[in-house]
T-cell receptor, first 113, second 117 residues
């Protein structure tokens, strides 16, 4: 049973345009949502997060939007750059002790120049 | 200086063998994890240790046994390897000190690709 879903396995965008990666979740107890970026043969690295009490968090070219009623979040990258080409994982965690970060399946972003 | 390091990076072995993957973090974190990324690309939690105590143990076969000799190390030992164990295993660490209870920023190692023939 997938608690965190990324329904688009891949996304192709031209350099300079906006990339929008989507994520849905089912567990209303999730408190924090994180986006991770992964290059081939490397481990995932933290990109940006958002608390469930916010609806937007921005860090440079990256913005995460959270819609709690729809149980949906999205990552916007503007402008997209070729170096952004990677797999992006959405992840979520609850505030109960002993719970782990639950990951989605990932979306492969390709940014062409 | 690598923050979370795993060895070996690649491991090819026969069915039925026993193997170990080692993980070390130099970030001073209090919690360490093992995740498995299978052929379907899901990153699934297997185990988590906090200050050398097992706090998460997902539905993982008994053939998998984590060992944490100290806060900086979390090793994974796998007995009687099966074909389905082929995957990339990621070690990660995080710190809960001064953080909100639900916030878990994990720092990952590069992964150990295990191939069982």
């Amino acid at each position: 049973d997938q608690q965190v879903k990324q329904n688009s396995p891949s996304l192709s965008v031209q350099e300079g345009r906006i990339s929008i990666l989507n994520c849905d979740y089912t567990n209303s107890m999730f408190d924090y949502f994180l986006w991770y970026k992964k290059y081939p043969a490397e481990g995932p690295t933290f990109l940006i997060s958002i608390s469930s009490i916010k609806d937007k968090n921005e860090d440079g070219r990256f913005t995460v939007f959270l819609n709690k009623s729809a149980k949906h979040l999205s990552l916007h990258i503007v402008p997209s750059q070729p170096g952004d080409s990677a797999v992006y994982f959405c992840a979520a965690s609850g505030n109960q002790a002993g719970t782990a970060l639950i990951f989605g399946k990932g979306t492969t972003l390709s940014v062409s120049s | 200086d690598t923050a979370v390091s795993q060895t070996p990076k690649y491991l090819v072995t026969q069915m039925g063998n026993d193997k170990s993957i080692k993980c070390e973090q130099n970030l001073g974190h209090d919690t360490m994890y093992w995740y498995k990324q299978d052929s379907k690309k899901f990153l699934k939690i297997m185990f988590s240790y906090n200050n050398k105590e097992l706090i998460i143990n997902e539905t993982v076969p008994n053939r998998f046994s984590p060992k944490s000799p100290d806060k900086a190390h979390l090793n994974l030992h796998i007995n009687s390897l099966e074909l389905g164990d082929s995957a990339v295993y990621f070690c990660a660490s995080s710190s809960h000190r001064g953080k909100a209870p639900g916030f878990r920023e994990l720092f990952f190692g590069e992964g150990s690709r295990l191939t069982v023939l």
